[in-house]
């Protein structure tokens, strides 16, 4: 089993430009969630799912959507990328969302 | 808005030497999760504590839970350069969106 996924590793966007993170989680969890770790701030949530096809806002949504289309899949989307969108950005899934979250390996996104 | 506070911050430490990280709250959690990251990885789940006062042991690493759930420590014995990285606790409320600390960096020097 690979576990989680996530695609790119690295990225480098410049003011304006968009782009799709991809999550992939093979262990058929139903709840979904995209993080964000910044030096100092912790792990903030920006948005989760509790199930194919639903979506929810967490702490910092604003600047991100995001997709469930599949289970096995969620996608974050910057629309129009910010340096304050520079970040480290983590997947994670679990299976009824009281238990263990398992993480991606990350996608380290910076924004000139 | 509940909060979980961990202390210290940071840890540098010698190899050998025993720490305890700290993880405490105002507000009542019914589990509380323990993880590691490693630097360029995503965390990972160490232990989960469900019952106030409970204590378990990963090894070097003993973890308890607060008798009134709103607090959690870490003691690591003897501790060795693996070690290093970063720990997170979260806590679980009853609306099961895990609250993050922001996590202790330990490092282990040899």
């Known amino acids: 089993n690979a576990g989680v996924t996530q695609t790119p590793k690295f990225r480098v966007l410049k003011t304006g430009q968009s782009m799709t993170l991809l999550c992939a989680q093979d262990?058929?969890?139903?709840?979904m969630y995209w993080y964000r770790q910044d030096p100092g701030m912790g792990l903030r949530l920006i948005h989760y799912?509790?199930?194919?096809?639903?979506?929810a806002k967490g702490e910092v949504p604003d600047g991100y959507n995001v997709s469930r289309l599949k289970k096995q899949n969620f996608l974050l989307g910057l629309e129009s990328a910010a340096p304050s969108q520079t970040s480290v950005y983590f997947c994670?899934?679990?299976?009824?969302?009281?238990?263990?979250?398992?993480f991606g390996p990350g996608t380290r996104l910076t924004v000139l | 808005t509940q909060l979980l506070e961990q202390s210290p911050q940071f840890l540098s430490i010698q190899e050998g030497e025993n720490l305890t990280v700290y993880c405490n709250s105002s507000?009542?959690?019914?589990?509380l999760q323990w993880y590691r990251q490693e630097p360029g990885e995503g965390p990972v789940l160490l232990v989960t504590?469900?019952?106030g006062g409970e204590v378990k042991k990963l090894k070097r690493l003993t973890f308890q839970f607060g008798d009134a759930r709103k607090d959690s420590s870490l003691h690591i014995t003897a501790a060795q350069p693996g070690d290093t990285g970063l720990y997170l606790c979260?806590?679980?409320?009853?609306?099961?969106?895990?609250?993050w600390g922001l996590g202790t960096s330990l490092a282990v020097n040899p």
């Open positions: 994670a899934s679990s299976y009824n969302g009281r238990g263990t979250q398992y």
């Open positions: 262990m058929n969890h139903e709840y």
């Open positions: 799912s509790v199930g194919e096809g639903t979506t």
């Open positions: 507000s009542v959690f019914s589990s």
């Open positions: 504590v469900v019952t």
């Open positions: 979260a806590g679980l409320p009853g609306d099961r969106k895990l609250i």
